[in-house]
T-cell receptor
Framework: TQLLEQSPQFLSIQEGENLTVYCNSSSVFSSLQWYRQEPGEGPVLLVTVVTGGEVKKLKRLTFQFGDARKDSSLHITAAQPGDTGLYLCAGAKDSSYKLIFGSGTRLLVRP | DTEVTQTPKHLVMGMTNKKSLKCEQHMGHRAMYWYKQKAKKPPELMFVYSYEKLSINESVPSRFSPECPNSSLLNLHLHALQPEDSALYLC???????????????FGSGTRLTVV
């Protein structure tokens, strides 16, 4: 059973479209992170959200942490082919030293 | 230096071989990690080191043996692996344990291991 479920699992869209990726859990997390991983590379940190209800923007990417700190979303505006990759949410609970990764969303942006 | 360097990038080994994966960081991070990633799956935690001491072993088979010789180096010794152990092995480091602070984890590019 995956502690952090992401949806959709796979998304193929045309350049210029908008999209939202969801990361859901039944557990409360002290903070959540989003990473992007390209083929043959390790994940790269995009953002950390720590406060319930927090919204962070990174150029065309908008990240939100749910009020109850059980879920998060990533919204991409006007997607570009360079956004293609595996998007992973990750969280740690207060009492744990383990960073748990979500199930992942594979995004393909077609030119 | 803001990188985690992993060597080799690719490794093919037989089931009776002994090999080692190496990981190095010079960011002064005190926590280092080994993750295993199968194709189209998220990374799975294997081991966590904090201040050069093993903090977490996620019930990993003994054919994988981690070692942290100093605060900058992390090794993963491999012996008598099975074909199902073929995967991308990722090393990561962070300033602190857990989510690693706002800076998160810094990952290496990984070693793609094939066991034949």
């Amino acid at each position: 059973t995956q502690l952090l479920e992401q949806s959709p699992q796979f998304l193929s869209i045309q350049e210029g479209e908008n999209l939202t990726v969801y990361c859901n859990s039944s557990s409360v997390f002290s903070s959540l992170q989003w990473y992007r991983q390209e083929p043959g590379e390790g994940p790269v940190l995009l953002v950390t959200v720590v406060t319930g209800g927090e919204v962070k923007k990174l150029k065309r990417l908008t990240f939100q942490f749910g009020d109850a700190r059980k879920d998060s979303s990533l919204h991409i505006t006007a997607a570009q082919p360079g956004d293609t990759g595996l998007y992973l949410c990750a969280g740690a609970k207060d009492s744990s030293y383990k960073l748990i990764f979500g199930s992942g969303t594979r995004l393909l942006v077609r030119p | 230096d803001t990188e985690v360097t992993q060597t080799p990038k690719h490794l093919v080994m037989g089931m009776t071989n002994k090999k080692s994966l190496k990981c190095e960081q010079h960011m002064g991070h005190r926590a280092m990690y080994w993750y295993k990633q199968k194709a189209k799956k998220p990374p799975e935690l294997m081991f966590v080191y904090s201040y050069e001491k093993l903090s977490i072993n996620e019930s990993v088979p003994s054919r994988f043996s981690p070692e942290c010789p100093n605060s900058s180096l992390l090794n993963l010794h491999l012996h008598a692996l099975q074909p199902e152990d073929s995967a991308l092995y990722l090393c990561a480091s962070s300033q602190d344990l857990g989510i690693g602070g706002v800076g998160g984890y810094t990952f290496g590019s990984g070693t793609r291991l094939t066991v034949v």
